[in-house]
Nanobody, 125 residues
Framework: QVQLVESGGGLVQAGGSLRLSCLHS????????MGWFRQAPGKEREFVAC????????LYADSVKGRFTISRDNAKDTVFLQMNSLKAEDTAVYYC??????????????????WGPGTQVTVSS
């Protein structure tokens, strides 16, 4: 059984940075496409970023392009989300997710079979 656990959330001032981590255990990590999603209060969960098992196929939501960077260390079974130039509107619970790699470049059509419990990110303005 796959388990994902996020860490690194917290309170930061606007313009600051945070680095989220997601530790994977269970099914072979290197076979999975990994991604980050977020859900703000009163809003639906939205896609943030993802990358394939080999680090290719990196995709970002328009709202975070140029500010967030997703990466992975397969040797440590960990995926990261470096968040810079944070804004108040980035405040949300951030979720790590993963699933078998599929073809295409639309994250809405990817398989997101596994989810972490989430970590809170709060950006004060």
């Amino acid at each position: 059984q796959v388990q994902l656990v996020e860490s690194g959330g917290g309170l930061v001032q606007a313009g600051g940075s945070l680095r989220l981590s997601c530790l994977h255990s269970g099914r072979t990590f290197t076979h999975l496409t990994m991604g980050w999603f977020r859900q703000a209060p009163g809003k639906e969960r939205e896609f943030v970023a993802c990358l394939r098992w080999n680090g290719e196929g990196t995709l970002y939501a328009d709202s975070v392009k140029g500010r967030f960077t997703i990466s992975r260390d397969n040797a440590k079974d960990t995926v990261f989300l470096q968040m810079n130039s944070l804004k108040a509107e980035d405040t949300a619970v951030y979720y790590c997710s993963g699933g078998p790699t599929v073809a295409g470049n639309n994250p809405k059509q990817y398989r997101w079979d596994y989810w972490g419990p989430g970590t809170q990110v709060t950006v004060s303005s």
